[in-house]
């Protein structure tokens, strides 16, 4: 069965850096496309950012483009999510996930979802 395993988060101040990993079992990483989103307190499943299967096409939220950067190792089976220049607002669980898709805005509905990872920004 599809197995996502996330690592790597933790409290970090506001302007610092994560990265996290991802473990992907059970399917055939390479050729899926997978995604982070996230999971603020209190609110919804929203989209983060997504790679095709080979790893040449990303996609980003405009909330965090410009600061995040996707990337996988297919021959590790590996999703990674670099996270530069945090703000509060980027508090979550973050998850990877596969078969996701969009209910509206960045809200998003996922298939498989890992058991997810805590980022907390803070001052």
């Known amino acids: 069965q599809v197995q996502l395993v996330e690592s790597g988060g933790g409290l970090v101040q506001p302007g610092g850096s994560l990265r996290l990993s991802c473990a992907a079992s059970g399917f055939t990483f390479s050729f899926y496309a997978v995604n982070w989103v996230r999971q603020a307190p209190g609110k919804g499943l929203e989209w983060v950012s997504s790679v095709d299967s080979g790893g040449g096409s990303t996609y980003y939220s405009d909330s965090v483009k410009g600061r995040f950067t996707i990337s996988r190792d297919n021959a590790k089976n590996t999703l990674y999510l670099q996270m530069n220049s945090l703000k509060l607002e980027d508090t979550a669980v973050y998850y990877c996930?596969?078969?996701?898709?969009?209910?509206?805005?960045?809200?998003?509905?996922?298939?498989?979802w890992g058991q997810g990872t805590q980022v907390t920004v803070s001052s």
């Open positions: 996930a596969k078969d996701c898709t969009v209910v509206s805005g960045t809200s998003v509905r996922c298939d498989y």
